[in-house]
């Protein structure tokens, strides 16, 4: 089982176990939002919008 804390700092677990993070930090907000819309199909322009925009502006 894949258990994930968001709050705070970022904390794994995978069976029980700690696991640690290895991707990119601002990889993170990206990880959060399909986490939590996991049961919708997301398009990658959507996802493109939500993102690339935000860091323009």
């Known amino acids: 089982m894949l258990r994930i804390f968001f709050f705070g700092q970022l904390r794994l677990f995978v069976n029980g176990a700690p696991h640690p993070f290895r991707g990119l930090p601002k990889t993170l907000p990206l990880w959060a939002y399909v986490l939590l819309h996991r ?9 493109a919008f939500a993102f690339i925009c935000r860091t323009l502006a």
């Open 39 to 47: 049961r919708q199909a997301l398009k990658r322009e959507r996802l």
